[in-house]
Each structure stands twice: as structure tokens, then as C-alpha cells.
């Protein structure tokens, strides 16, 4: 739909949807009780079924955004009986305990009061290197945490793991390009977290933020104005 609506589209255009985290199913503010009460009505609907120890691995690859539109139409699905009950349970009474057990989870990760709940506070941008697993060396190499719009189902896409209760990004997308074609020169480009791999480095980490808010910079690939816009040269030699 974005793009029929364009007639001669432009580099801010396609920036515009890269960074676009519109979602049909939520809005920013409940975007935080939605996310977390879609994997608890997950939980609450299958764990009985597949138990502790395997749910975990089939939740992983679940596409949990699509078991609505398969399982709400279905009021006599036997899904919604939970296994560990003598009852038989209805939907709602499915839905009141995966939403309770939202409230409850939220309420402990982000405090009782709801107008601080925040989807940023959850689900973050943080890159952690090999090295950085002690406080010390976290402080010195890690970068983030950067609070993270969006999550599966939106164009700027980042994934998370639900079934360990993380919303922690784990999948992103790590490379922003645009290129004209009319103009290769004025290629547009970020990659968080920053060009330097070189911890302390002043390009170590430079991007990361930048990239978190949709800046881009210019990426010439021609030798002359590639050498007219340079600030510096790093030589690799052995």
C-alpha cells in the first residue's frame, strides 16, 4: 500500500519506511499489554498441551500474530480445555487468565503504576560482545541497552524470543541502504553499532543511536568522490 500511493518516489520516502512500526493489531501506547498478552494467551492456551519442556521450542518458530485469526473463530477447538483442570474451560475464561497473568507479569517487570508502562522499557536494541559478560568489560565493549519501536509485524522489524519471556530484540534489521539509481553517489547507508571494531575507538559504537532513529549517511562509491569526501584512510597491512 505504501508503495501504490508513491508516483516518483524519494530517499526519504523509503526512509520513511524503513523505520515505518505502524501495526494494524496495536497502537504504541498498549503496545506493551499487547505484545506481552499475545504470549500469554500462547502460553495459556497450548503450554498444557505440549508441556513445559517442549513448548519452548515449538513457541520459538511459533507465528503466535496468526493464532487469532485461527483459533478465535474456533469456540469448540478442543485447545481451549486446559489438560491440568478437572473443567472444561471456555475462551473466555481462556483470554481472562492470559490477560491476568499480562497485568500480573507487566506489574512486576514495570511497576503497579500503568502509565509508566512503556514497550521501549521491554524490548531494547543492545549489542553484547564475546568479551563484555563481566560488569567491567560490559561497560567497556556492550552498547545499548536503546529503547526499540515496533516487533514482527511491522516493516522495521524487530524480533524477539517469547518464549523465554525476553522482549529483548534479537533479530534486526542490521543494515539500512537506499540507493538511487539515477545516482550512485548519493547511496544513502547505517549499520549500527559503529564502523570501528576497536573498542574506545571514536567509531566503536557512533552509530548505534543514529541508526535507532533513522539517520543515514552518505555512502559514494566512486574513487574520486570517495577520496574528496574522506576525513581519514585506514590501512590494513600485514
Same mark, same amino acid.
Given at each position: 500500500m505504501l508503495l501504490e500511493r508513491l508516483n516518483s518516489p524519494t530517499v526519504e520516502d523509503f526512509r520513511s519506511m524503513q523505520l515505518d512500526v505502524h501495526s494494524l493489531q496495536a497502537d504504541s501506547r498498549g503496545a506493551a499489554v499487547y505484545e506481552v498478552f499475545l504470549n500469554q494467551f500462547v502460553r495459556a492456551l497450548l503450554e498444557d498441551e505440549l508441556g513445559e519442556n517442549r513448548f519452548p521450542y515449538f513457541h520459538i518458530?511459533?507465528?503466535k500474530y496468526l493464532i487469532q485469526n485461527v483459533i478465535l473463530d474456533r469456540p469448540d477447538s478442543t485447545l481451549w480445555d486446559r489438560k491440568n483442570t478437572p473443567q472444561?474451560?471456555?475462551?473466555?475464561?481462556?483470554?481472562?487468565l492470559a490477560l491476568s497473568r499480562?497485568?500480573?507479569?507487566?506489574?512486576?517487570?514495570?511497576?503497579?503504576? =500503568? !502509565?509508566?508502562?512503556?514497550?521501549?522499557? #521491554?524490548?531494547?536494541?543492545?549489542?553484547?560482545?564475546? @568479551?563484555? =559478560? !563481566?560488569?567491567?568489560?560490559?561497560?567497556? #565493549?556492550?552498547?545499548?541497552?536503546?529503547?526499540?519501536? @515496533?516487533?514482527?509485524?511491522?516493516?522495521?522489524?524487530?524480533?524477539?524470543?517469547?518464549?523465554?519471556?525476553?522482549?529483548k530484540v534479537t533479530l534486526l534489521p542490521g543494515v539500512r541502504m537506499i540507493v538511487p539509481l539515477n545516482?550512485?553517489?548519493?547511496?544513502?547507508?547505517?549499520?549500527?553499532?559503529?564502523?570501528?571494531?576497536?573498542s574506545g575507538h571514536r567509531h566503536y559504537d557512533d552509530l548505534a543511536h543514529g541508526w535507532?532513529?533513522?539517520?543515514?549517511?552518505?555512502?559514494?562509491?566512486?574513487?574520486?568522490?570517495v577520496e574528496a569526501e574522506a576525513v581519514s584512510t585506514l590501512r590494513l597491512s600485514p
Amino acid at each position: 500500500m505504501l508503495l501504490e500511493r508513491l508516483n516518483s518516489p524519494t530517499v526519504e520516502d523509503f526512509r520513511s519506511m524503513q523505520l515505518d512500526v505502524h501495526s494494524l493489531q496495536a497502537d504504541s501506547r498498549g503496545a506493551a499489554v499487547y505484545e506481552v498478552f499475545l504470549n500469554q494467551f500462547v502460553r495459556a492456551l497450548l503450554e498444557d498441551e505440549l508441556g513445559e519442556n517442549r513448548f519452548p521450542y515449538f513457541h520459538i518458530a511459533f507465528k503466535k500474530y496468526l493464532i487469532q485469526n485461527v483459533i478465535l473463530d474456533r469456540p469448540d477447538s478442543t485447545l481451549w480445555d486446559r489438560k491440568n483442570t478437572p473443567q472444561r474451560e471456555t475462551p473466555r475464561e481462556i483470554l481472562e487468565l492470559a490477560l491476568s497473568r499480562t497485568y500480573g507479569w507487566l506489574k512486576q517487570e514495570l511497576g503497579a503504576n =500503568s !502509565r509508566r508502562w512503556e514497550w521501549g522499557k #521491554l524490548h531494547h536494541y543492545y549489542w553484547k560482545h564475546a @568479551g563484555g =559478560s !563481566r560488569w567491567f568489560t560490559a561497560k567497556l #565493549l556492550n552498547v545499548g541497552p536503546i529503547p526499540a519501536p @515496533g516487533d514482527f509485524t511491522t516493516l522495521n522489524s524487530n524480533a524477539y524470543i517469547a518464549a523465554r519471556d525476553e522482549y529483548k530484540v534479537t533479530l534486526l534489521p542490521g543494515v539500512r541502504m537506499i540507493v538511487p539509481l539515477n545516482d550512485v553517489n548519493a547511496m544513502k547507508i547505517s549499520m549500527p553499532p559503529g564502523q570501528s571494531g576497536q573498542s574506545g575507538h571514536r567509531h566503536y559504537d557512533d552509530l548505534a543511536h543514529g541508526w535507532a532513529r533513522g539517520e543515514m549517511l552518505d555512502f559514494p562509491v566512486q574513487r574520486e568522490v570517495v577520496e574528496a569526501e574522506a576525513v581519514s584512510t585506514l590501512r590494513l597491512s600485514p
